[in-house]
């Protein structure tokens, strides 16, 4: 689950990316006075961001692993009482099932609708109008303009008049498809510049396939990695999304995460912890496998 | 924009030109169009719609200036100069961390192990970086008892959560790493022979750095900057989860759209998001045209 707040630099990496297999950077020709200068600094800010960003999640498991209140940690206890009583425990509230339920269902429902948008305008796009590119660029990155709090204030707005729309929780799907679109978008669009479409429908439509067929046959498979990529992607924001579903009373599983955590310090703790773990391999995996295909493919929303 | 509208392709006859077909060929991008407008275009267009009209449905920019008043604009205040320091903090340690990994010639994992870390890092957010943040610097937190046990009061030097500080440190964990997303092609796009040419003309480091690498990273580190206030500024979850206060102006928006106050209030909320996409449009209009200038020397 990616807990994105928003998805403003979402494409600050898609070049990010994209140029990483060129040219090494530059190396400082040493001065050689400099030379141990130029070293420290370096050596200096890499610890520091290191423990910058390994203490918080290290602080994160204490809190959630060990049952030893935080004024009796020292030396003599520090490997006392581990244990994953916290995270069971909230595993058996309602609450957490329900959550869990909803926010598997409406990230299936958001990928199914953005897949089944996304790749045949996508496709369209590439074949038929590649006029419409830029715009339609323009348009995907527009939810930056529009951030989750503001579209939810339009949602709002919006309320009174398809109130039999809106008090449903899979009312959330095609929102949640707005919120993905930047990167979703760009995931697909950069599979199909990659491989020949042009020539996979002509010869598929030249050998009798129909559209679904071409589709089914030639398209889906060659583009496997870029539907992967952003079906993941997908599923990361819709099982981290908080702002939409808070405001409107949805239950999800980061609402309710939030309240677990008020009263159950521990065990909320837990869900959060095993939510990051989960995001990071997650993405982890996602980056290792796009990159060994070399392919200068986005694979991060930002 | 609307240059590109679809609907005007209907009236022409079907096929009888290339152009005519071309034309039909936007059709297919009906569903799209379509599904963008209903979900976001119109939301966002409701958002300005209320906040034209004041509490008694009077049109005008009252409630757009009412925005800008008392506890509003102190949280106008607030976040920006929170979304300011956190940019900051941000593009410069954003950068020292890129350029460090640029640079590392051992070990070699080194450079892919901060890209791919930023990748991720950059997405996290939100409630579980809230809590991180609160077991780390929380008054029982890890970092808290760490630097008392060597004689530092955290919290006796006036340190608290939800002011400025903390929140600081909160976003930093998705501010710098963002940043290391963006500057690392930028580094990488200083070329060695720039250096060398310098050298031989018997620059220094810090003249090479004055008259060529920071002049040629500035409209990164900029836009840099304007993506990172932009990302800080419509930032709702972590705050969400560190305060009970309503500080920043997104916390104010929820405060306004979940609260049962009267309606008169709500307009608020609406009024707020409306300035809420103005902010991120400008910032992201200027983030756009410094990318393009940034690209130049990418080739």
Same mark, same amino acid.
């Given at each position: 689950m990616a807990f994105v707040e928003? !998805? %403003?630099?979402?494409?600050?990496?898609?070049y990010a990316f994209a $140029?990483?297999?060129g040219d090494r950077p530059?190396?400082?020709?040493?001065?050689s006075r400099a030379k141990r200068f130029g070293r420290i600094v370096p050596v200096t800010i890499m610890v520091l961001c290191g423990l910058f960003f390994t203490l918080p999640l290290l602080a994160m498991a204490r809190f959630s692993l060990?049952? %030893?209140p935080m004024i009796h940690l020292g030396w003599s206890t520090l490997? +006392? +009482?581990? !244990?994953f009583s916290g995270i069971t425990r909230a595993f058996g509230e309602q609450g957490f099932r329900d959550g869990l339920k909803l926010s598997s269902v409406l990230a299936v429902g958001t990928v199914v609708l953005t897949l089944g948008l996304l790749l045949p305008t996508a496709l369209w796009v590439h074949l038929?109008?590649? +006029?419409a590119r830029a715009f339609i660029e323009f348009l995907t990155v527009l939810p930056y303009v529009i951030p989750p709090i503001a579209l939810v204030a339009g949602i709002r707005v919006i309320k009174p008049h398809a109130r039999w729309f809106l008090?449903? $929780?899979? !009312?959330?799907i095609p929102f949640y498809v707005v919120l993905a679109l930047p990167f979703t978008f760009r995931a697909l669009d950069a599979g199909i510049r990659a491989i020949d479409v042009k020539t996979l429908v002509d010869a598929s439509r030249g050998l009798g396939a129909g559209w679904v067929t071409t589709m089914r046959r030639a398209l889906i498979p060659n583009l496997r990695t870029a539907i992967i990529s952003s079906a993941f992607l997908t599923a990361t924001v819709v099982l981290g999304e908080f702002t939409i579903a808070q405001v409107l009373l949805k239950r999800t599983l980061p609402q309710f995460m939030a309240e677990y955590q008020s009263r159950e310090g521990q065990g909320g703790m837990g869900l959060a912890l095993l939510a990051i773990v989960a995001t990071t391999t997650l993405l982890a995996i996602l980056t290792l496998a796009t990159r060994k295909r070399g392919q200068a493919q986005p694979i991060s929303r930002f | 924009m609307t240059t590109l509208v679809v609907p005007s392709v209907g009236g022409r006859a079907v096929g009888a030109t290339p152009k005519a077909r071309r034309s039909w060929a #936007?059709?297919?991008l009906f569903p799209f169009f379509a599904f963008l407008a209903l979900f976001l275009i119109v939301p966002a267009i409701s958002v300005f719609s209320k906040s034209l009209y004041d509490s008694k449905d009077h049109f005008g920019l009252t409630a757009l200036r009412d925005a800008f008043r008392g506890q509003n604009l102190a949280a106008f205040k607030f976040s920006v100069w929170l979304s300011a320091l956190s940019a900051a903090v941000g593009v410069v340690v954003g950068t020292l961390l890129a350029y460090a990994a640029a640079t590392a @010639? @051992?070990? @070699? #994992?080194l450079r892919s192990l901060v890209a791919s870390f930023s990748g991720v890092a950059a997405n996290l957010g939100g409630i579980p970086l809230a809590f991180a943040f609160i077991a780390l610097?929380?008054? =029982?937190g890890l970092a808290t008892k760490i630097l008392s046990a060597l004689g530092v009061d955290l919290y006796g030097s006036?340190? =608290?959560?939800?002011?400025t500080q903390g929140l600081t440190a909160a976003y930093s964990y998705f501010q710098i790493p963002l940043m290391v997303l963006i500057t690392l092609p930028a580094i990488d796009g200083l070329k060695t022979s720039w250096r060398e040419s310098a050298a031989s003309l018997g620059g220094t480091s810090f003249t090479y750095w004055r008259r060529i690498g920071l002049p040629v990273l500035a409209p990164s580190l900029l836009g840099g900057f304007l993506l990172l206030f932009a990302n800080a500024f419509s930032a709702y979850a972590t705050a969400r989860a560190m305060t009970t206060?309503?500080?920043i102006v997104p916390l104010r928006i929820g405060f306004y759209l979940r609260g049962d106050i009267s309606t008169g209030e709500e307009q608020l909320g609406f009024s707020l998001a409306a300035w809420m996409i103005i902010i991120m449009a400008v910032c992201m209009g200027l983030y756009w045209i410094l990318r393009k200038r940034a690209e130049r020397w990418r080739s």
């Open positions: 928003n !998805s %403003v630099g979402a494409y600050a990496t898609m $140029d990483s297999e530059t190396t400082p020709t040493p001065a060990q049952n %030893v490997f +006392k +009482k581990w !244990s038929r109008v590649p +006029k008090n449903s $929780d899979l !009312s959330l | #936007w059709l297919g @010639r @051992r070990p @070699r #994992w610097l929380g008054r =029982q006036g340190f =608290q959560l939800d002011t206060k309503s500080l």
